[in-house]
């Protein structure tokens, strides 16, 4: 109860503090960043707020590996350049940041560099973390330096050459960086602005919803049109699409059950987001109501429903879909429903849910194959869970049940082949 | 719990009025473990009784801190095996304990195996290192921890009963080659390494062929085991 009330109160106290220094300090905040007064010791309620700005930035989800001291670094992270391995942030001196001024951390947040000067590799995720305010970056930091240190050298990237030269970065950043603290919309309510300064910034949302080009950017033009997440074979649905993610027809409550508890009436979270909402949404409160309304008003690009050029022709998945209604009548209806209502929340509903009809069938395929848990959270500690089905039915048998279940009961998906399935299986289960 | 039916309660009232569907009896989800382990139970058998496919183990009547290590291993990728680390990435451990003690609490009858032809003489050699040990590469009688019947021990020690040859080769393996890890000190990982390939062989053939009995996990508060075993803390000190 205490925790619980203690993080309203600090969700609150966050909301018109950061959006007073968005709106009225950036200037100030600058002239103030180039002042070097020694510095008192944080105060109590600095680091408690850092500790919730760091939660809202997931950067336990990088920089710590599971089971190990926080934010002591060497989390492996694959790309399609080499594998990453995110640093010690811990206070030590010697490995960690401990050497560091909060002037050396705000830069690093702001303009992607380090203190040393050397260009950061676009996966920590400062085309979003620019967006940051001063005071909040100051307040990151207070909390970075009040966790306990470790002494753990970070581990070497392992890339690729040509990426292992950092100097290449300066054509990267060209392209896809843009600096800068967030402005504010004055055509928009202090909420939505709350929300697109959390969803832009510290959410750094846009590092999947946003698709990822063969260098590694994600074009302004094209924020939050979803993707296909590299080597986590995983697709970002978009979020101005009704036909996705897009949440233009989502009431409010649902959207914040998705972020916050892990599972709504409208679907649950899975994959990398359910990493989200465990690391970070479940711990924000009013902050998760802002992000919703910002999400809500994101553009659609499509009206809901309005793609009948990409209807599946029925003669083509006839027999699939004979074969899936059965599959589909032994394994799922149980939970389900037959008529793929669900019973909510816990159990999604299939019909008209977005997640299912996407154009990409990636996760529909994964979710037969894999099952899962939504998140264990402070609104849903105890979750209930789908099987992993990759054990009891083959490559044709889920890529039938699959077509079924994205052509039944008006849902709009494309059918989908045994190979899709199979490509799934072995990057995913072996 | 009271946290629980207030969730579901809140989600019914939204369900009532929301235009998607309308909520009937048969749409409530029991508000039991049992209904939240579904999840396990495709591939580890109802009430977690254990299957025909070797690679699924029983997990009912297992040592609660025992089934509650692995689950806490699979989730932190301690020991590794991509379905289980999948599925349990992101749960809390007050929930993995709740899971743990559910399958503990079970005693289904055991699954009827069919036989398979073993050579006597290495289910002889298996016997002699499971009762005996090997004394001189320090490896202790598998009995000494796992209990006399090799019905397990609590809180954190498994029964070996039940498991089938190519499962119990599979772990020894895992073991040795770091892809499954216990608690530090990791007394397995020491015994595992140490024995040969016939050796894990033998001892796999034998526990195999063993009959399944109704040997629960034994309560010895304060035995010292002959080796240090971070998943078994011991009290009065380490040996």
Redesign the interface.
Known sequence: MNPRSLLRKLALAAVPVGLAVAAWVPLQAQTTAQTNAPKPPAQASVVERGRYLAQAGDCIACHTV??AKIFSGNRAMPTPFGTLYAPNITPDRATGIGSWSADDFYNMMHTGRSPKGYLLYPAMPFASYTRVTRADSDAIFAYLRSVPPVRQASREHDLRFPYNNRSLLLGWRTLYFQEGEYQPDRSKSAEWNRGAYLVQGLGHCAMCHTPINALGGSSQEKAFQGGLIPMQNWYAPSLTSNREAGLGNWAL?DIVDLLQ?GVS?RGTVYGPM??V??NSLQFMNDDVHAMAVYLKSLPADQGPESDPGQAPLRADVGQAYTEGSRIYAARCAT?H?AEG???????P?LA?NQSIGMSSAVNPIRMVL???????TR??????????????LNDNEIASVVTFIRTAWGNRGAPVTAREVNQLRSA??? | MKIILGIIGFGSTLLAGSAHAQATAADRIPDTMEARIQACTGCHGAQGRGVENVYFPRLAGKPAGYLYNQLVAFRDGRRKYVPMNYLLAYLPDAYLMRMAEHFASLNPPPLVQPKVARSPDQVRAGQRIVTQGIAAKKIPACVTCHGTELGGREPGIPGLLGLRADYVSAQLGAWRFGVRTALAPDCMQFIASSLSEPEVAAVSAYLASLPVTAARPVRQPGLRLPLACGSQPQQGGQP
């Open positions: 599971p089971g409550q508890k009436n359910a990493e909402t465990f939970c429903g209502r669900g019973k909510l929340p816990h159990y509903p008209r894999n099952g899962g848990y939504p998140p264990g609104r849903n500690p105890m979750p209930y869970g789908m099987p992993p089905f990759a054990q009891d995913t289960v072996e």
